[in-house]
Nanobody, 115 residues
């Protein structure tokens, strides 16, 4: 299983970023996918999840209405569109999947929201 995130960066409060994750090594179209984030000194937390067919998503309360997760099963990618970013969204964001009884994450991409 390999997950490679991209798209992070520095953005001002109120700005937007789009994260992407390229997946390989498993049957992508059969797997629910998730985005997690880990702020400095804090535990990694679940931000969003999407079902294998993309028909349903769930979000952490603090990002509802601002973040949108999507997937492309033809390209084996998932995305996280993040709008109206706040300083408290600053974290390393990870793409994750549970496959074969194990949890996998990518290397992460840094998102910093600061003026």
């Amino acid at each position: 299983v390999q997950l490679v995130e991209s798209g992070g960066g520095l953005v001002q409060p109120g700005g937007s970023l789009r994260l992407s994750c390229a997946a390989s090594g498993f049957t992508f179209s059969s797997a629910a996918m998730s985005w997690y984030r880990q702020a400095p000194g804090k535990e990694r937390v679940l931000v969003a999840t999407i079902t294998s067919d993309g028909g349903s998503t769930n979000y952490k309360d603090s990002v509802k209405g601002r973040f949108t997760m999507s997937r492309d099963n033809a390209e084996n990618t998932v995305s996280l569109q993040m709008n109206n970013l706040k300083p408290e969204d600053t974290a390393v964001y990870y793409c994750g999947v549970r496959w074969g009884g194990r949890n996998y994450w990518g290397q992460g991409t840094q998102v910093t929201v600061s003026s």
